[in-house]
Nanobody
Framework: QVQLVGSGGGLVQAGGSLRLSCAASGSTASINAMGWYRQAPGKQRELVATISKAGNTNYADSVKGRFTISRDNAKNTVYLQMNSLKPEDTAVYYC??????????????WGQGTQVTVSS
């Protein structure tokens, strides 16, 4: 079992910056990818960015060039640096992790969500 606790959300003006953090605990040695998804009111949850254990990254087109995902494997923590924020970035941001359990089956885990609000 992997547990994720995210933090760092808040209210910021358009053009500002925020940094999200997410710490994993439990069976952290089994984690492969970590990342962030977001869900705006009335919309489906969508990918923001992911990073593999080896450091390979993937971003949604809407955040490329503005957001940077990074990971500290020693601390089992993933970060999302968000710059040049726009009102359309307003959403609940969910931390994500996946991997293979001891028995070899794939799992995914989610954090509790942290609110990011960008005012115009």
């Amino acid at each position: 079992q992997v547990q994720l606790v995210g933090s760092g959300g808040g209210l910021v003006q358009a053009g500002g910056s925020l940094r999200l953090s997410c710490a994993a605990s439990g069976s952290t040695a089994s984690i492969n990818a970590m990342g962030w998804y977001r869900q705006a009111p009335g919309k489906q949850r969508e990918l923001v960015a992911t990073i593999s254990k080896a450091g390979n990254t993937n971003y949604a087109d809407s955040v490329k060039g503005r957001f940077t995902i990074s990971r500290d494997n020693a601390k089992n923590t993933v970060y999302l640096q968000m710059n040049s924020l726009k009102p359309e970035d307003t959403a609940v941001y969910y931390c994500y992790a996946d991997g293979l359990s001891y028995g070899g089956s794939f799992y995914s885990a989610w954090g509790q969500g942290t609110q990011v609000t960008v005012s115009s």
